[in-house]
């Protein structure tokens, strides 16, 4: 007879991969073993499609139920849950959105996919005390080249050739103005992050991007600050540092020798 641990993971199996072998300890009480296992199936199923709808709300609304059900279907086939909680189900969706062919017409897809799987990484992000104005303050300005930043835990950085932005907006469900958008625009560099108690999705110019960007990768401020300046050679980047440090982007403030 196998252990409970044992029989839990046939299960499983039984019901995200279609495996054979539990049937055989399934009592059927009246119903074949084969179909009860499927009942569970299907419940499981529907749960995860319901998942995927809660995680990309946009992204089904874009496609339509119809299509976002046989898109989420392709998902369970390919990456079922793996651990015992939900919060990493739906991270390659983005992935899976460039690869069906159904989805090719609409190329933002993808990058729409990656704008809500940022929102809930930021949304589920922990909580961490946030740099001040008065903490750069107490460093001597000799040594503000050498200060590194770390962006706050649920800061997501985002860049797409489509204006992923503008589209997530217009498709919320409480919007009420103008829903259309210009693809012609071209692109967007977008900053996700929990301000507060809210998710907000911020635009963010080339260079302020390029700072962040630089930033995030544990570069110092002051080539953190020259990359921002190359990528936008008329960008007010004190400005620009400080209104990220005042409105909480940053987490931790320390300095490098120099």
Same mark, same amino acid.
């Given at each position: ?104 017409? =609409?190329?933002?897809?993808?990058? #729409?996919? /990656?704008?809500?799987?940022?929102? &809930?990484?930021? @949304?589920? *992000?922990? $909580? ?29 950085? =985002?860049?797409?050739?489509?204006? #992923?932005? /503008?589209?997530?907006?217009?498709? &919320?469900?409480? @919007?009420? *103005?103008? $829903? ?79």
């Amino acid at each position: 007879m196998p252990s409970l641990a044992e029989l839990q993971t046939a299960f499983a199996g039984a019901v995200l991969d279609h495996a054979a072998g539990i049937e055989t300890f399934v009592s059927g009480n009246g119903l074949d073993p084969a179909q009860r296992v499927q009942v569970y199936r299907n419940a499981v199923r529907i749960r995860l499609k319901e998942a995927l709808a809660d995680v990309y709300p946009v992204l089904r609304h874009l496609v339509g139920d119809d299509c976002f059900d046989a898109v989420a279907s392709a998902f369970l086939s390919r990456h079922p849950p793996r651990v015992g909680h939900l919060h990493p189900f739906g991270a390659q969706m983005p992935e899976l959105c460039s690869q069906l062919p159904v989805l090719a017409a =609409l190329p933002y897809l993808p990058d #729409v996919a /990656r704008l809500e799987w940022a929102w &809930q990484q930021a @949304y589920h *992000g922990a $909580d961490a005390p946030r740099v001040s104005i008065e903490d750069f303050a107490g460093v001597p300005a000799e040594q503000h080249a050498n200060i590194r930043l770390q962006l706050h835990p649920s800061a997501q950085l =985002l860049r797409s050739a489509f204006p #992923v932005g /503008r589209i997530f907006e217009v498709n &919320q469900a409480d @919007y009420r *103005g103008d $829903d259309r958008v210009n693809l012609d625009l071209g692109g967007e560099s977008l900053l996700v992050i929990r301000r507060g108690l809210q998710v907000r999705v911020e635009s963010l110019s080339a260079g302020e991007y390029a700072l962040l960007t630089q930033l995030d990768a544990d570069m110092d401020l002051g080539g953190a600050l020259a990359s921002a300046l190359t990528a936008e050679p008329g960008l007010d980047a004190g400005t620009a540092l400080a209104g990220q440090v005042t409105s909480g982007t940053f987490s931790t403030l320390t300095i490098t020798s120099g």
